[in-house]
T-cell receptor
Framework: AQSVTQLGSHVSVSEGALVLLRCNYS??????LFWYVQYPNQGLQLLLK??????LVKGINGFEAEFKKSETSFHLTKPSAHMSDAAEYFC??????????FGKGTTLSVSS | EAGVTQFPSHSVIEKGQTVTLRCDPI?????LYWYRRVMGKEIKFLLH????????ESGMPNNRFLAERTGGTYSTLKVQPAELEDSGVYFC???????????????FGSGTRLTVV
């Protein structure tokens, strides 16, 4: 069985500051890992995903995440936050033939 | 291409009533999934269709929930009778069938916010 833990339900940063959203997973088999973002009144949008290959994954809007097997982590980062990054972010895990398992989400606030 | 469409976007019903949610996947996407997020909790899987067949319905909470996918196109999720704990946001997602489950990725709809009062 898989599970996801997102550390921190709310993260606040200043515009221009580093964004770090933490995600730890549990999986008995090699995982596929995802980050999704939900802006107000919109659906879930895929930011990036890791399936196999390079462990540093680049996504849309300047976000990236690094798969660290030894730490069972897949933290999401962005060097410089923009006001438009304010949203809720979800980490998710799955394997070859199973449904997505989501974390509880982290709301990112960006102040000017 | 049109995205995944869900309607209604919002629904407020009284306890004991029936509500039907609809999802129109992207044309050609044989995989269709329903997920639900109860307030303050994680998004949870409900079920998975491949074309018109239920591939996995292990996440359906109880027999008050009935999902159908007519002709492998749109899908409906009926809640009858609705209870207070059914309130939440119901998401639908679709994907093409590929060599692995997530080869082509999911596309999510905007969700239906259901409030049972």
């Amino acid at each position: 069985a898989q599970s996801v833990t997102q550390l921190g339900s709310h993260v606040s940063v200043s515009e221009g500051a580093l964004v770090l959203l933490r995600c730890n997973y549990s999986s008995s088999v090699p995982p596929y890992l995802f980050w999704y973002v939900q802006y107000p009144n919109q659906g879930l949008q895929l930011l990036l995903k890791y399936t196999t290959g390079a462990t540093l994954v680049k996504g849309i809007n300047g976000f990236e995440a690094e798969f660290k097997k030894s730490e069972t982590s897949f933290h999401l980062t962005k060097p410089s936050a923009h006001m438009s990054d304010a949203a809720e972010y979800f980490c998710a895990v799955t394997t070859r033939r199973s449904a997505l398992i989501f974390g509880k989400g982290t709301t990112l606030s960006v102040s000017s | 291409e049109a995205g995944v469409t869900q309607f209604p976007s919002h629904s407020v019903i009284e306890k004991g009533q029936t509500v039907t949610l609809r999802c129109d996947p992207i044309s050609g996407h044989d995989n269709l999934y329903w997920y639900r997020r109860v307030m303050g909790k994680e998004i949870k899987f409900l079920l998975h269709f491949v074309k018109e067949s239920k591939q996995d319905e292990s996440g359906m909470p109880n027999n008050r929930f009935l999902a159908e996918r007519t002709g492998g196109t749109y899908s409906t999720l009926k809640v009858q009778p609705a209870e207070l704990e059914d309130s939440g946001v119901y998401f639908c997602a679709s994907s093409q069938v590929g060599p692995t489950e997530y080869y082509y990725g999911y596309t999510f709809g905007s969700g239906t916010r259901l409030t049972v009062v």
